[in-house]
């Protein structure tokens, strides 16, 4: 691992990123339970030789709504709230929900397309002092786009009333910045988003089967116009 790390002169930042894309990528492989609430699990880590331990039953989801959650974070904004979303088949909606799984809020992100959301992050933007979520538009399981989108939104603050929001009369976020991306050597899919959470630099790494992921990043600021190249950092394996 030593020479690993002194080859590529990986950061910490990118050693952490490197280790939480292969937890994303392992959450990602449990299947969503067919009842009609959906489980949220965690990995720990450490806990045997493979460095992996059993899947814990954290919450439901009382939301019907949340039928395959597949990115998560928490909020910065709002304390004790999370984010999630669905995978594909879905609007382009972002839910809340508090720590005992309760429904929070339903918000349509302003101005986004939902085609394979595989993943979100919340870090920093364009405002200092503010918190936003990210949405990434990534999956490409057949590997035939041309580009990739992250969408950038201010987190909205969740109000006791907002509780009453549904899919079918959601709230509004506001607009989205619309970040637009290729890899610089080839087309991939990819199921883990993390925004650096100082500087806000922006990482998508790879799902690619029998082969280790590999790791992009777009350094901010982010532009919000035209296609933004991602550079290759390294392979995580």
């Known amino acids: 691992m030593r020479n690993f790390l002194q080859r590529h ?10 280790s939480f894309s292969l937890l994303s990528l392992s959450l990602a492989a449990i299947q969503a339970p067919t009842d009609a609430t959906k489980t949220v699990r965690a990995n720990h880590i450490g806990v045997d030789s493979s460095g992996y331990g059993a899947p814990v039953h954290l919450v439901n989801l009382g939301n019907q709504s949340i039928k395959e959650s597949s990115g998560i974070a928490a909020s910065r904004r709002n304390a004790g709230i999370f984010w999630t979303h669905n995978d594909s088949g879905d609007g382009p909606f972002v839910y809340a929900f508090d ?3 309760k429904h929070r809020g339903v918000w349509r992100v302003t101005g986004a397309k939902a085609i394979d959301w595989e993943d979100m992050a919340i870090g920093p933007g364009p405002r200092r ?3 936003y979520l990210y949405l990434g538009d990534i999956g490409d399981n057949s590997k035939k786009r041309d580009q990739i989108t992250v969408y950038r939104v201010a987190e909205p603050q969740v109000t006791p009333k907002d509780s009453s929001s549904t899919v079918q009369n959601p709230r ?3 607009a989205a910045d619309v970040i ?3 890899y610089p050597d080839g087309k991939y899919d990819a199921e883990a988003l993390l925004i650096h959470p100082f500087t806000g630099d922006l990482y998508v790494i790879t799902k690619v089967m029998g082969a280790p992921a590999r790791v992009y990043k777009l350094r901010a600021p982010a532009p919000k116009s035209g296609v933004s190249t ?3 950092v390294a392979a995580a394996g």
């Open 9 to 18: 002169k990986l950061t910490p930042f990118v050693i952490s990123i490197i």
């Open 99 to 101: 720590r005992q799984g």
């Open 129 to 131: 002092g503010r918190s």
């Open 172 to 174: 509004d976020t506001e």
């Open 180 to 182: 637009r991306l290729k």
């Open 230 to 232: 991602l550079s290759y």
